[in-house]
């Protein structure tokens, strides 16, 4: 058993926040996510109405991301919601919630390094690109994305499942991924893979990085462009790999703020989890013009004055 798992719920127990403070950090919270999800809505009804967008396979996966998003967040919200309200619920709604969420957070790096291997290939070669980047291989590349975190998030649940007593799934948790899996085997796989994640996205972003700012230098003001996006995607796979860290974090606030550790969490929440989230609405909702000329009307409510 993680032996850890016990001692940070212990110390969220003997410092449980104050009424006004825990109504402050959920207000927070909610306000930040139907923010998040509202843009985003906007973008995804966007993209669902304009053939221009549904039918590029740029703009296809930035949908995939921005659903991932949308998901994550909802669930993220959901969960730290039922902290503060339920503080424990059974075993078994922990784990379906913590499985899908994982998955959606879990997708976003991969998404991420595709993105980018997209814009390489439309700027350094592309007379290509209409032939190498085709819907279909879109849509197939999405499912290798699902498929690849699945190798990665379902050996939690069937390790779970394999060596957990019966008793277990029907027991109440303070509801975190420790806590619904638990078992030192898990921990090891989480950070086996974690690892393997950060060397090959990071390699594909530096990679495609520096191709397309080598082709900048004597190209054409969409190259520039992309190497920005470039720059705007490891930005925010730079905050979304914090999620890899957070387990290290986590282990040192405990150390250097017990008695702040609820404010720890708080913060390493609203860092790892819902700042990532905000970067996507930036990327393509302001800086895409298309985007941003069809998304400007629906987000100010004018839809009806067509």
């Known amino acids: ?31 930040l996510s139907i923010s998040i999800n509202y843009i985003n809505a906007g973008l995804i009804r966007t993209f669902c109405e304009h053939q221009i967008f549904y039918t590029n396979p740029r703009y296809i996966l930035f949908f995939h991301l921005v659903v991932n998003d949308m998901i994550q967040v909802t669930l993220t919200v959901t969960l730290f919601l039922i902290s503060y309200i339920l503080f424990k619920i059974n075993i078994s709604i922990c784990c379906t919630l913590i499985l899908i969420a994982l998955f959606a957070t879990e997708n ?29 291989r879109t849509l197939i590349l999405i499912g290798l994305i699902w498929m690849t975190t699945m190798f990665s998030v379902l050996p939690d649940l069937i390790i779970t499942l394999a060596l957990e007593p019966l008793e277990y799934f029907n027991t109440r948790v303070f509801c975190l991924r420790e806590t619904a899996f638990r078992n030192p085997i898990i921990v090891k796989k989480r950070d086996f893979t974690y690892v393997a994640y950060l060397i090959i996205v990071w390699l594909v972003i530096f990679y495609t990085y520096f191709m397309i700012l080598f082709t900048a230098k004597k190209a054409n003001k969409n190259a520039k462009k992309a190497r920005n996006t470039i720059l705007l995607h490891g930005f925010q796979l730079l905050l979304c790999m914090a999620t890899y ?22 913060a390493c929440y609203i860092i790892v989890m819902i700042l990532p989230r905000s970067i996507s609405p930036i990327i393509y909702g302001i800086r895409d013009k298309a985007f941003r000329m069809h998304l400007k009307r629906y987000l100010l409510c004018r839809a009806c004055l067509k």
Do not use: G
Not at 1 to 16: F, G, H, Y
Not at 108 to 113: G, Q, R
Not at 124 to 135: A, D, E, F, G, K
């Open 245 to 266: 860290a957070e387990p290290l974090l986590k282990q040192a606030l405990q150390q250097w703020f017990p008695q702040n550790y609820s404010d720890s969490l708080f």
């Open 108 to 136: 976003t790096p991969l998404n991420l390094a595709c993105m980018a291997v997209e814009c390489y290939i439309a700027i350094c070669i592309p007379l290509r690109h209409v032939q190498i980047c085709t819907i279909r």
């Open 1 to 31: 058993m993680n032996v850890s798992s016990p001692a940070n719920v212990t110390l969220v127990i003997e410092n449980r926040d104050s009424f006004a403070k825990a109504v402050a950090k959920n207000v927070i919270v909610v306000v």
